[in-house]
């Protein structure tokens, strides 16, 4: 685009969706800006698709995943709402699917105590319909499903085909949703954005399960912005504001909450970040340039604070032995 958004700069930039690299190829995604297939050894571009588009107003995030032959893209804008599936040998379209969601914005913000809304409208109209999340694929009892969060409903599709499988709508400020969906031992953990919710919900119905298919769900300590992680029996959540907390993944009961202040400083700390889980222990990375590890056990125990001249607003990457961390300005590895 000749002209890149400039609004609302704050939280992210044009290239907050992360890559994805096999064998010979990479896959750069810019929402709106544009996708691409990239030659890892030349560097040449193998094909690039600009025609896919939507008003991001934040810029996008949402990043591409890959399975089997397809590549996935999620574009939810405050003006389109869409899913792409594109081969990835040569960026043609396999199918595209609009997000078939009916709201009424203004009722919404009524009923959320909103007294002024023609003030938000014209601020941010359509602000209901921004979604930044990335798709999983799991597969469930035999059925392969892509799940595939929007900014209002959290859709199961059909990877093959793009047909809706069964949707979950979000509760209050359920939507602007940034968290990854991830699937364990039958269930489906996703959060809902604003709201600060997470539901685990069992992935076998059809058409509105939202009533009928959601085994728990919490707001204790449950992430805007980062997405949960689960190790063994154990759901593991950061909060914006450094509450994390560790709940029983079959029943949701609270296991251990503890609050993360930063190193060196008596203010909270503030987390988007997602956690990352390697060798028993937790990393997570502070917007303030802290890097928190603990166990990843059902007793809370902090093992380390780091402190980095550095603002992380992504998640570290295990590679072997090293960490890599990702600040606004540097690039980190930090080895045994």
Known sequence: MA???AEWGVQNTHATPTPIIEEGRIYAHFGSYGTAALDTETGEKLWERRDLNCDHRVRPASSPIIDGDSLFLNYDGVDAQFVAALDKRTGATLWLQNRAVESDFVAKLKAQGVKDVDKVLKRKPSDNRKSYATSAIIEHEGRRQLISPGAE???????????E???VVHEGWGWNVACRPIYQDGLVYLTQGNSRRLVAVRPSGSGDVTATHIAWSTTRGAPEISSPLIVDDLVFMVSDGGVMTSQDAKSGEEVWKARFSGAGSSKAATYWASPVHADGKIYLTGIGGTVTVVSAAREF??????????RFTAGPAIAGDAILLRSGTHLYRVSR
């Open 301 to 310: 125990e902090l093992l380390a604070e780091n402190e980095f001249d550095a």
């Open 153 to 163: 409903v959290t859709f199961s599709y059909d990877p093959e085909t793009g047909e």
């Open 165 to 167: 499988l069964w949707r």
């Open 3 to 5: 002209k890149p958004q």
